[in-house]
Structure formats: C-alpha cells, structure tokens
C-alpha cells in the first residue's frame, strides 16, 4: 500500500520555464509534508516543507502548495535552471514516521 | 552544528555474509533516528526508526535488523544478507523533540553477490 505517491516518473522543462512535481497521498493523519532534492549516490537534500495548517509556503524559486482536501501537494520551480536536474522526492510526515514517494527525475534543459 | 555520519560508504558483501552498516549523529540530543533503502531505480523505503535508545520500530519485515545502543547511535545489521539486500542504504535523523526537516547521511551502497 503506497501512502505517497508521484505518478510522474521525469519530467523536461526548459530553462526558464516553470517545473511542476506533483505528489498525493493517501493518508489523512500525515501532517507534515516536504520536498528533497537526490543526486546519485548521495543523500537527499531538503528543499521545502509545508505544515498541514497552511496552504502554500515560498522559498526563493520553489514553492509548495498544499491542497488538503484532494490530498495533493506540489513543488513549484521558477524559473527552473540546469542544476536544478536531479530526481525530486515528497515526503508526508505523521507520528514520527516520513514516508517517501518514488520521486520524480527532472530535467532542465538549457 | 547538527552533522550526521554514516560508515562505510561502500560495501561488498557475499551472500550469507553479516552486515552491520553505523550512523552516528552530532549536535543534538534524543533525535528520533532512521534507516531508509533505495534499491535500484526505486523511492525510499523506510525500514527502520526509533525515538529512543532500544526503542526500535520495524516498518518491513525481512532479514535485517536495528539497534540504538547510544542516544545518537543508529546500526544496521544482518546474520545473513540476500542478494536482494543489495541497495542504497541512508541512516537520518530529526533533532529531538521536533517534527521539522529529516537530515540525512551521505548513504552506504551495499552490493550483495
């Protein structure tokens, strides 16, 4: 049972342009969400989170919006860059557990 | 600083052999800590967390296991590994008392043949 999911495995955007990962889920006691940015061989990085109070949170180029309701969150870049590549991970949060989805590969092309 | 430190970084490993893979965390007292397994072209899969030492809580059942023996030590082992163990492992952790941000370690691949 996949409590978090990316229903879209890569995405190309160009340079410039907006990136938008999207992410659902399934569980309504997750209440805390989050994005992390993974490279190969490494650990992912965070990017942004969102607690389930709010509906949207802003961080320089990236933002994420919230929509309770349809259990739903995305990760807006803008405007994307070439090292903004990489696979884009959510993450829902709920008595102490993080709970990952499969990620997303994005590329930006120049 | 809050850091956080897996070991070794690379690892292989025969089958039936034992594992053990060590993540210690600094800078923060009583965090709640976890393994993660990203297998080939796969999401991360939780395995393991706890919230205190000897606190375990299993999220998959199979042949591995985890210990806390110290406030911000987290190991991962195996008596005997399978070649579906094969995969990139990540120890993380979240500073105490707080839901916020997970932190993670720099990961261990583990390639089992």
Redesign the interface.
């Given at each position: 049972d996949q409590q978090v999911k990316q229903n879209s495995p890569s995405l190309s955007v160009q340079e410039g342009r907006i990136s938008i990962l999207n992410c659902d889920y399934t569980n309504s006691m997750f209440d805390y969400f989050l994005w992390y940015k993974k490279y190969p061989a490494e650990g992912p990085t965070f990017l942004i989170s969102i607690s389930s109070i709010k509906d949207k949170n802003e961080d320089g180029r990236f933002t994420v919006f919230l929509n309770k309701s349809a259990k739903h969150l995305s990760l807006h870049i803008v405007p994307s860059q070439p090292g903004d590549s990489a696979v884009y991970f959510c993450a829902a949060s709920g008595t102490y557990k993080y709970i990952f989805g499969t990620g997303t590969r994005l590329k930006v092309l120049a | 600083s809050q850091t956080i430190h897996q070991w070794p970084a690379t690892l292989v490993q025969p089958v039936g052999s034992p594992l053990s893979l060590e993540c210690t965390v600094e800078g923060t007292s009583n965090p709640?800590l976890?393994w993660?397994r990203q297998a080939a072209g796969?999401?991360?899969?939780?395995l393991f967390?706890s919230?205190g030492i000897g606190q375990i809580?299993s999220?998959v059942p199979q042949n591995l296991s985890a210990s806390r023996p110290q406030d911000r030590q987290f190991i991962l082992s195996s008596k005997k590994l399978l070649l579906s163990d094969s995969g990139?492992y990540?120890c993380?952790f979240?500073a105490g008392g707080y839901?916020?941000?997970?932190?993670?370690?720099?990961?261990s691949?583990l390639t089992v043949l």
């Amino acid at each position: 049972d996949q409590q978090v999911k990316q229903n879209s495995p890569s995405l190309s955007v160009q340079e410039g342009r907006i990136s938008i990962l999207n992410c659902d889920y399934t569980n309504s006691m997750f209440d805390y969400f989050l994005w992390y940015k993974k490279y190969p061989a490494e650990g992912p990085t965070f990017l942004i989170s969102i607690s389930s109070i709010k509906d949207k949170n802003e961080d320089g180029r990236f933002t994420v919006f919230l929509n309770k309701s349809a259990k739903h969150l995305s990760l807006h870049i803008v405007p994307s860059q070439p090292g903004d590549s990489a696979v884009y991970f959510c993450a829902a949060s709920g008595t102490y557990k993080y709970i990952f989805g499969t990620g997303t590969r994005l590329k930006v092309l120049a | 600083s809050q850091t956080i430190h897996q070991w070794p970084a690379t690892l292989v490993q025969p089958v039936g052999s034992p594992l053990s893979l060590e993540c210690t965390v600094e800078g923060t007292s009583n965090p709640n800590l976890y393994w993660y397994r990203q297998a080939a072209g796969r999401g991360l899969q939780l395995l393991f967390y706890s919230v205190g030492i000897g606190q375990i809580s299993s999220e998959v059942p199979q042949n591995l296991s985890a210990s806390r023996p110290q406030d911000r030590q987290f190991i991962l082992s195996s008596k005997k590994l399978l070649l579906s163990d094969s995969g990139f492992y990540l120890c993380a952790f979240v500073a105490g008392g707080y839901t916020g941000e997970l932190f993670f370690g720099e990961g261990s691949r583990l390639t089992v043949l």
